[in-house]
Nanobody, 123 residues
Framework: QVQLVESGGGVVQTGDSVGLSCTAS????????MGWFRQAPGKEREFIGV???????AYADSVKGRFTISRDNSKNSVFLQMKSLKPEDTAIYYC?????????????????WGQGTQVTVSS
């Protein structure tokens, strides 16, 4: 089993930046791909970005240029740096991991999920 724990987030102002972290524990050797998703109130879960063990990253068009994903395999951690935040970025942000090596943008492709961390962007 793999456990994922997110940290960071909170309440920020429009235009601010904030960083989230996600650290994996347990059978981390089984993880290849790690992704970030978010879910706003009343909306479906949304893909943000994904990173593979080789460091490649892909982003959703809605966050491209504002969000940056990085990964530290030595620490079993993945990071999400967000800038120029907007009220519509308000959501619970989730870290996810999958055993497969193919980057995936659908949540159902991920076996492991963190508990989520709230980011609220006030106008």
């Amino acid at each position: 089993q793999v456990q994922l724990v997110e940290s960071g987030g909170g309440v920020v102002q429009t235009g601010d930046s904030v960083g989230l972290s996600c650290t994996a524990s347990g059978r981390t050797d089984s993880i290849n791909v790690m992704g970030w998703f978010r879910q706003a109130p009343g909306k479906e879960r949304e893909f943000i970005g994904v990173t593979s063990t080789n460091g490649r990253v892909a982003y959703a068009d809605s966050v491209k240029g504002r969000f940056t994903i990085s990964r530290d395999n030595s620490k079993n951690s993945v990071f999400l740096q967000m800038k120029s935040l907007k009220p519509e970025d308000t959501a619970i942000y989730y870290c996810a991991a999958r055993r497969g090596s193919t980057p995936a943008i659908t949540g159902t492709s991920y076996e492991y999920w963190g508990q989520g961390t709230q980011v609220t962007v006030s106008s």
